[in-house]
């Protein structure tokens, strides 16, 4: 009973490791934004901030699906790992896509 709960498991653990390093990179690899800048930054056009929430939520819900395929994926086999990787490369064409049209250039 409680191997079912194993990838669960495994995902909280990844995750609860992978964050803090995450947070420490950006704190680490951000630039420093001078006074003038930054006052600059807050006249940005409201718009630009949307196209960078509904980019978010876009593929945040699309990484719900990854779950349940964890789960099952021993008993999906092979058919199931191709019909993920379809998945993800068309969730990385849309990243590349909204990367190249400068949405994410809001750092």
């Known amino acids: ?6 990838p ?3 995902v909280v653990v990844v995750v609860g490791l992978l964050a803090p390093v995450i947070l420490r990179l950006s704190k680490i690899l951000r630039r420093q934004i001078s006074a003038s800048e930054g006052e600059a930054r807050n006249d940005a056009r409201p718009d630009r901030y949307f196209a960078v929430v509904a980019s978010f939520v876009m593929f945040a819900a699309a990484m719900v699906f990854l779950l349940p395929w964890a789960f099952s994926f021993m008993a999906l086999g092979l058919a199931g790992l191709v019909e993920m990787l379809v998945f993800l490369g068309i969730l990385a064409a849309g990243y590349l896509w909204i990367w190249k049209k400068g949405v994410l250039e809001w750092l």
Do not use: D, G, K, S
Not at 1 to 6: D, P, R, T
């Open 1 to 6: 009973m409680l191997l079912n709960y194993v």
């Open 8 to 10: 669960a498991f495994i």
